[in-house]
């Protein structure tokens, strides 16, 4: 049976022009390699500026959590310090004469001047200075709570102050969980050095 006169005048071209067929098809075969490699690459571009933008938009909602935890939690912050003393906060060293005026109250009073309340409060009086380490004064102490400007008398009398170099130290948690710790130096009654800010002791 013979072929369509179209088929067979088909075949019979395409034998007698196999190469160029072969060429155009080797070109038609590169273009779309060609075409190929630049979708890929401007999908590979866009992909690279969707990630720095979702990368940025990352980092600022994470910049915008931290700002949100920081202020919320400036809102609960404790700050346990010593009521005797006549100064608090940034200065931290104190006039004879101002200490002086204070000795009249019969112990010790701590007061909760930050803007939350402080949890799981403890904290220790212990004199640095004693000839032996055995006779030390050595006062610790804990409070479940203390609230914001609330005071706490303790049980160490202001007198035994008043002639030794004692270190006071707390640490305390806000309502967040966040631990911090108050460490004030006394010598003689008098107030030497402050310090305020995120606890160092160790976790249990």
Not at 1 to 19: I, K, N, T
Not at 54 to 59: E, T
Not at 78 to 102: D, Q, W
């Amino acid at each position: 049976m013979r072929m369509p006169q179209a088929v067979e005048a088909a075949v019979h071209f395409l034998d007698q022009h196999s190469l160029g067929v072969q060429a155009f098809a080797a070109l038609i075969t590169l273009l779309l390699t060609a075409l190929l490699a630049w979708a890929t690459w401007r999908y590979v571009g866009h992909t690279k500026r969707a990630l720095r933008l979702a990368q940025g938009q990352l980092s600022l909602g994470q910049q915008q959590l931290g700002a949100s935890i920081e202020q919320s939690e400036a809102l609960q912050k404790p700050f346990i310090t010593i009521k005797a003393a006549p100064r608090h906060g940034e200065e931290v060293i104190v006039e004879r004469r101002a200490a002086a005026a204070v000795a009249q109250a019969p112990t010790v009073i701590l007061l909760n001047l930050g803007s939350g309340p402080a949890l799981a409060v403890s904290y220790q009086f212990e004199q640095v200075d004693a000839p032996h380490k055995a006779e030390a004064l050595k006062h610790p102490e804990s409070i479940p709570y203390v609230e914001s400007r609330q005071e706490w008398t303790t049980r160490l009398p202001l007198t035994s102050l008043s002639n030794r170099t004692v270190e006071f130290r707390a640490n305390y948690e806000s309502l967040s969980g966040a631990k911090y710790e108050t460490q004030v130096r006394i010598e003689s009654g008098v107030i030497m050095s402050f310090k305020f800010g995120p606890s160092s002791a160790p976790e249990k």
